[in-house]
């Protein structure tokens, strides 16, 4: 799908998915894969910049680099990969390394929206810096944001002994006897009797699944998710509780937890649910990446219709099923229309009508393919549709019937979107080179 990968992001923390995103998919295309960081001009502005390179700066940010990504070039296997570090301004050094190395796919994890002057001027970016490379760049940005699951590699869980589990129960026997199931099996399960310990004990190592009462002396189990889900967020959480707390492990679901067992259980339920959440981090342990629902969002500008192509063109390639969603701009700004709702539903059949005049034929082996209209916000509306289609991946145009792309309506949004999105998004402004 792609032969050169650019990723543009620092080396911190906030850039980690974005990083691993990079990693997978240039694994998965065999693709040439740059790492690529500008040094900003700093304080100094731009007389600083000639005597980075004889000073030996870049070298010497260039090793840093290396070094912390090391364990991901390991870890994921990339072979093909070279480390760029030039002096300059991020986004203009980005789109011409871009343009010079024929890169069709550009990487990016979240900006800063101000940068700390107690931070190494290095590792900050402009905050207008995504927003630039996401208009200009000749071939597809994506942007993946904190919340963007982790990709796993074949050696996140190399067997069930690595998987790990912890147990939470203030009742030695529920603790003893669901541990000697789990370990019958393989796994390596350790216990806790309270929701201090519990947190202690994931402050201590990594673990892949909690399996956590509800009611519990002190902390229960709902506010232990509660601590737990923030600064461990790739940590699956499945409640047990008895009848009369049914509606709490509900309620519990809708912030955070995977799904609730009835206790007394049958152990076969539980090792069956052990190994339904087991065999989804051998799926997701893969360098192969996936994506399975992807979300078009369109506003019929010529930049969206090459956004169409190239979502196409992934929807073919991932045998995917792709959502096109129009937003009608409802009372939100100067651009926004002044509608009654007999207008606004009339507006939403001419959009979906629209969309599928447009599209419709062109959508020949496509799984499965559907059209949607819907008003107000328009960021706000393509984050809760991608939401309720269960998206991995949004693909945008940035432009739009703007002439002047800095005052896109749906351009505009593009940045908003991905950095609040819980899936990667893909700006598009002009058609892809690679078609």
Same mark, same amino acid.
């Given at each position: 799908?792609?032969?050169?990968?650019?990723?543009?992001?620092?080396?911190?923390?906030?850039?980690?998915?974005?990083?691993?995103?990079?990693?997978?998919?240039?694994?998965?295309?065999?693709?040439?894969?740059?790492?690529?960081?500008?040094?900003?001009?700093?304080?100094?502005?731009?007389?600083?910049?000639?005597?980075?390179?004889?000073?030996?700066?870049?070298?010497?940010?260039?090793?840093?680099?290396?070094?912390?990504?090391?364990?991901?070039?390991?870890?994921?296997?990339?072979?093909?990969?070279?480390?760029?570090?030039?002096?300059?301004?991020?986004?203009?050094?980005?789109?011409?390394?871009?343009?010079?190395?024929?890169?069709?796919?550009?990487?990016?994890?979240?900006?800063?929206?101000?940068?700390?002057?107690?931070?190494?001027?290095?590792?900050?970016?402009?905050?207008?810096?995504?927003?630039?490379?996401?208009?200009?760049?000749?071939?597809?940005?994506?942007?993946?944001?904190?919340?963007?699951?982790?990709? #796993?590699?074949?050696?996140?869980?190399?067997?069930?002994?690595?998987?790990?589990?912890?147990?939470?129960?203030?009742?030695?026997?529920?603790?003893?006897?669901?541990?000697?199931?789990?370990?019958?099996?393989?796994?390596?399960?350790?216990?806790?009797?309270?929701?201090?310990?519990?947190?202690?004990?994931?402050?201590?190592?990594?673990?892949?699944?909690?399996?956590?009462?509800?009611?519990?002396?002190?902390?229960?189990?709902?506010?232990?998710?509660?601590?737990?889900?923030?600064?461990?967020?790739?940590?699956?959480?499945?409640?047990?509780?008895?009848?009369?707390?049914?509606?709490?492990?509900?309620?519990?679901?809708?912030?955070?937890?995977?799904?609730?067992?009835?206790?007394?259980?049958?152990?076969?339920?539980?090792?069956?649910?052990?190994?339904?959440?087991?065999?989804?981090?051998?799926?997701?342990?893969?360098?192969?990446?996936?994506?399975?629902?992807?979300?078009?969002?369109?506003?019929?500008?010529?930049?969206?219709?090459?956004?169409?192509?190239?979502?196409?063109?992934?929807?073919?390639?991932?045998?995917?099923?792709?959502?096109?969603?129009?937003?009608?701009?409802?009372?939100?700004?100067?651009?926004?229309?002044?509608?009654?709702?007999?207008?606004?539903?009339?507006?939403?059949?001419?959009?979906?009508?629209?969309?599928?005049?447009?599209?419709?034929?062109?959508?020949?082996?496509?799984?499965?393919?559907?059209?949607?209209?819907?008003?107000?916000?328009?960021?706000?509306?393509?984050?809760?549709?991608?939401? #309720?289609?269960?998206?991995?991946?949004?693909?945008?145009?940035?432009?739009?019937?703007?002439?002047?792309?800095?005052?896109?309506?749906?351009?505009?949004?593009?940045?908003?979107?991905?950095?609040?999105?819980?899936?990667?998004?893909?700006?598009?402004?002009?058609?892809?080179?690679?078609?």
């Amino acid at each position: 799908m792609f032969k050169n990968v650019l990723l543009a992001a620092s080396p911190t923390k906030a850039c980690e998915r974005a990083a691993d995103m990079a990693f997978a998919l240039a694994k998965q295309s065999n693709a040439k894969l740059y790492i690529f960081h500008a040094y900003g001009m700093g304080s100094d502005g731009w007389g600083a910049i000639r005597h980075l390179v004889p000073s030996g700066k870049v070298e010497e940010i260039k090793e840093e680099i290396n070094n912390y990504f090391q364990e991901k070039i390991e870890k994921f296997g990339v072979k093909d990969y070279t480390i760029e570090v030039v002096p300059g301004l991020p986004h203009s050094e980005i789109l011409r390394f871009a343009r010079k190395k024929t890169v069709d796919l550009i990487i990016m994890g979240p900006h800063e929206k101000k940068i700390d002057e107690d931070l190494p001027t290095r590792w900050g970016m402009a905050g207008s810096s995504l927003q630039r490379v996401s208009q200009r760049a000749r071939c597809p940005v994506m942007v993946v944001s904190e919340q963007v699951p982790k990709v #796993w590699t074949m050696e996140a869980v190399g067997d069930r002994k690595d998987f790990r589990i912890l147990v939470v129960d203030d009742e030695l026997i529920v603790r003893d006897s669901t541990k000697e199931w789990l370990e019958d099996e393989g796994f390596t399960v350790d216990m806790a009797a309270s929701g201090q310990e519990a947190l202690d004990k994931l402050a201590s190592k990594p673990y892949h699944l909690m399996l956590t009462d509800i009611k519990m002396p002190g902390m229960d189990g709902v506010e232990l998710l509660k601590r737990a889900h923030k600064p461990y967020p790739d940590l699956t959480v499945v409640m047990m509780t008895a009848y009369a707390t049914v509606e709490t492990a509900i309620e519990a679901m809708k912030i955070g937890a995977l799904d609730y067992l009835l206790k007394p259980f049958d152990p076969e339920i539980l090792v069956d649910k052990v190994f339904e959440v087991y065999e989804d981090f051998e799926a997701k342990r893969s360098v192969k990446v996936t994506f399975s629902d992807i979300v078009l969002a369109t506003d019929f500008s010529e930049p969206a219709h090459h956004a169409f192509d190239f979502a196409f063109r992934m929807t073919q390639y991932y045998q995917a099923n792709l959502h096109i969603f129009h937003v009608i701009p409802v009372a939100h700004d100067e651009d926004a229309l002044i509608l009654d709702q007999a207008d606004i539903k009339e507006s939403i059949k001419d959009a979906t009508e629209k969309m599928k005049k447009k599209y419709g034929p062109k959508l020949e082996g496509v799984a499965e393919h559907s059209f949607e209209s819907w008003e107000g916000m328009p960021y706000v509306e393509v984050l809760k549709f991608a939401r #309720w289609r269960n998206a991995d991946l949004i693909i945008m145009a940035h432009h739009s019937k703007e002439i002047d792309p800095e005052k896109a309506l749906l351009g505009s949004n593009v940045v908003r979107v991905a950095l609040s999105a819980t899936c990667p998004t893909i700006s598009i402004n002009r058609l892809p080179a690679s078609r």
